[in-house]
């Protein structure tokens, strides 16, 4: 039997083939619903994929993807559209590796940059917001230890949450911020320091 991915007309399938030129070909491909749910496929595996690295970002994504589906099962809009949202979307997971060089960040600070700015991009600078991630990620990783997400730990992850609020009191974060700010941290600790120490590749 042939596989799915063959018989929609994509061969070896990957978020590559995600661009203007292919969604020009969608227009007038036929089994347009196979084909649909297989790209809608690629894209929410791809951003699965990366989810762990930056929480913040992602999730905005799988939303945007989900809310377009719904959208195209209640018939609001067309196959031509849905895939108009996943190109959009695969173009801005290609413009974070821009980002990390543009703001002078590591992947791994851009996530965190992405979780303290979402909502104070507008109270604070970009250069405060840089220089606060820089400090938050090492107040962060310094107080790690094994296991440190799980319930009986909580007094592990009761540390790193104090070491994050007080780099933010230091960094000079208002008052009224510190709480929102500190919860966002530790999601996004939680999500890519979940297994800590991190395995080192072979």
């Not at 104090?162 to 999500?191: C, F, N, S, Y």
Request: a positive charge.
């Amino acid at each position: 039997m042939a596989r799915g991915d063959a018989f929609a007309g994509i061969e070896k399938p990957d978020i590559s083939i995600l661009d203007d030129q292919f969604l020009e070909q969608f227009k007038s491909h036929e089994q347009e619903n196979l084909r649909l749910k297989l790209l809608a496929k690629i894209l929410a595996d791809e951003i699965r994929s990366r989810e762990r690295s930056n929480v913040t970002k992602y999730k905005s994504f799988t939303e945007m993807l989900e809310t377009t589906l719904q959208k195209y099962h209640s018939r609001a809009i067309q196959a031509a559209d849905v895939v108009r949202v996943i190109v959009q979307i695969k173009k801005d997971i290609d413009k974070e590796s821009q980002r990390t060089k543009q703001l002078g960040l590591s992947a791994e600070e851009l996530a965190f940059y992405d979780a303290v700015s979402e909502n104070v991009a507008t109270l604070y600078d970009q250069k405060f917001l840089c220089d606060l991630v820089h400090d938050v990620v090492q107040a962060v990783k310094k107080n790690l230890k094994v296991d440190w997400t799980k319930p009986h730990r909580e007094d592990v992850k009761a540390g790193v949450r104090a070491a994050v609020k007080a780099v933010l009191r230091k960094r000079g974060v208002k008052p009224e911020h510190l709480d929102a700010l500190t919860k966002q941290v530790i999601l996004q600790a939680e999500a890519m320091f979940s297994n800590w120490p991190i395995p080192v590749a072979a």
